[in-house]
Structure formats: structure tokens, C-alpha cells
């Protein structure tokens, strides 16, 4: 846990990971990663963040400045409903808006605990994590935005899934994810309030639910691992191929250095 809190410690300090994107909490860059056999996740190409329907002018036009081509909302119809994205305005950036529910139609299959929301992701949602991933290694599809409204369940799962898949450590993964306990529960209180609006969930939206626990996504990649030997195995199964990851790695992955450091080593 020692290294794992000060993985984290350093990927939070690196001022270009949190972007302060007006109208957001959990806007971040997922670059400069290191990835098994050489090079670290391009800065400016991937990002992860909570929903967009907050964001006026100010933070639309940082967003500008980020040259997405892409934009994936894991949301469902309710959510797009209640909370609507800025469309038109991406639409006339360039910007592709495409819209793939990890959950269905609506919440009503989910699990109440959280164990049981990511054990759900990896046995009944192969098919649109696999969907996403494709996206993303699509020509053209970088730099892309991939959130849902808190940015750290269904966004984290194919985050964590696409790092895991060009060969980020699974620690690092882990840090990643946990950063969204520290970026959207400094107002618990305030923002489960506004989260239970924005989904649709009201009162079922609990405090346990907006935990990002670091072994909770490591078990969920270990999860999908036990079903088809590796991430890549498990995306295979759903149609994702080499080919596929060869491209995502070739547009995602860079031999610039810029690794996070390490705050659990001593300079």
C-alpha cells in the first residue's frame, strides 16, 4: 500500500494530470505512464472525466484547446436526458461524439454494492468495454475524451482496461484510479446530492458508492484475467484484435520520458 499511495502522491502532483476544466471535478490527462517494454502513454492524447453539462464558455473553451476528435459518454439515455452535453458544440469543433451505455438501458441490473457493480462490468458488459476500446484504437479517434457522469466507474473500467491492454502496470492503473477519491470527495455531501440528480439515482446514490478504492479495479482486471488469461485475451473474446491493440499502442504510446514519479522511494 506504501507504494501504491506514493504512486499516486506522484502522478496528483504532476500539474499537467488534473485539468481545470471550469464546471468539472475529475478532468484528467492519463499520459505519461510507463508501459511494459519501453515508451509512457502520450500526454494531451487520452483523457477521463465526469459529465460535460456543467461546463460554460470558459471551460469549453479549455476543452477547445485539447483538439479532441473523439469524445465517448458512457452514460445511459436517462442521464443524457437529465444532464445534456455541450453536442453541438463539439460537433462544430470536429469533435465525434459517440454514445456506448456500459450498463444497458438503465440501472436496474445493477448490483446495490460496489464489489458487485464491477464484478457486473466484467461478466455482462465485455461487449461495449471491447466496443470502446475499439473506438479509441480507431484511425483518427485521438486525442479522445472518455467519461460518464463521475468519471470513475464505467469511465475508470475502460480506462483501466485500455491501459492495461498496451501494458501499463497494473499498480500505476490502480493509482490512476484512485485519484477520483481525492478529485470528487472534497464536498461528498454536495456532490452525491448533485449525482443522484444527474443519474437519476436520488437516495440510491450512497457515499460507498462514490469510493474509488485502488483494489477494487486491480480485482476487477484479475476478474477479467480469470476468464480469458489476459486483458487482451478478454477484449479478444469480444471481438477486439491485435491488430486493434497493435494500433492503440502505436497512437497512444510514446518513447518521450515523462513518467510519474515514485513519492513512496526516497530522491
Known amino acids: 500500500m506504501a507504494e501504491l ?12 494530470r488534473r485539468l481545470p476544466v471550469q464546471g468539472t471535478l475529475n478532468f484528467c490527462d492519463v499520459g505519461g505512464y510507463r508501459v ?7 500526454w494531451r492524447t ?16 479549455a476543452i477547445a484547446e485539447l483538439g479532441l476528435k473523439t469524445v465517448i459518454d458512457l452514460r ?13 458544440d463539439f460537433a462544430d469543433a470536429g469533435t465525434r ?5 456500459l450498463v444497458g438501458k438503465d440501472f436496474s441490473e445493477l448490483p446495490s454494492e460496489l464489489d458487485g457493480v464491477y464484478a457486473y462490468f ?4 465485455g461487449q461495449v468495454i471491447a466496443s470502446a476500446v475499439r473506438q479509441l484504437a480507431a484511425p483518427g479517434a485521438l486525442p479522445c475524451l472518455v467519461h460518464c457522469t463521475a468519471g470513475k466507474d464505467r469511465t475508470g473500467v475502460v480506462i483501466a482496461f485500455t491501459l492495461a491492454a498496451i501494458g501499463v502496470p497494473d499498480q500505476m492503473i490502480a493509482a490512476d484510479y484512485a485519484l477520483s477519491s481525492m478529485y470528487l470527495l472534497a464536498d461528498r455531501v454536495a456532490l452525491i446530492g448533485q449525482l443522484g440528480v444527474d443519474t437519476g439515482l436520488g437516495e440510491r446514490l450512497t457515499e460507498a458508492l462514490m469510493a474509488s478504492p485502488p483494489d477494487l479495479i486491480l480485482r476487477t482486471l484479475d476478474r477479467a484475467r480469470a476468464q480469458a488469461g489476459s486483458i487482451a485475451g478478454y477484449l479478444a473474446s469480444y471481438g477486439v484484435t491485435e491488430a486493434d491493440l497493435a494500433a492503440l499502442s502505436a497512437a497512444l504510446v510514446t518513447a518521450e520520458a515523462g513518467e510519474p514519479r515514485d513519492d513512496s522511494k526516497p530522491e
Open 97 to 101: 461524439t459517440l454514445h456506448l451505455s
Open 122 to 125: 466484467v461478466d455482462k458488459c
Open 76 to 88: 445511459i439515455l436517462e442521464e443524457l436526458l437529465i444532464a445534456q452535453s455541450p453536442l453541438s
Open 5 to 16: 499511495a506514493g504512486l499516486m502522491r506522484g502522478i496528483a502532483s504532476d500539474d499537467r
Open 36 to 42: 511494459a517494454g519501453g515508451g509512457t502513454t502520450a
Open 46 to 61: 487520452l483523457f477521463r472525466s465526469d459529465a460535460l453539462h456543467r461546463v460554460e464558455e470558459a471551460g469549453f473553451a
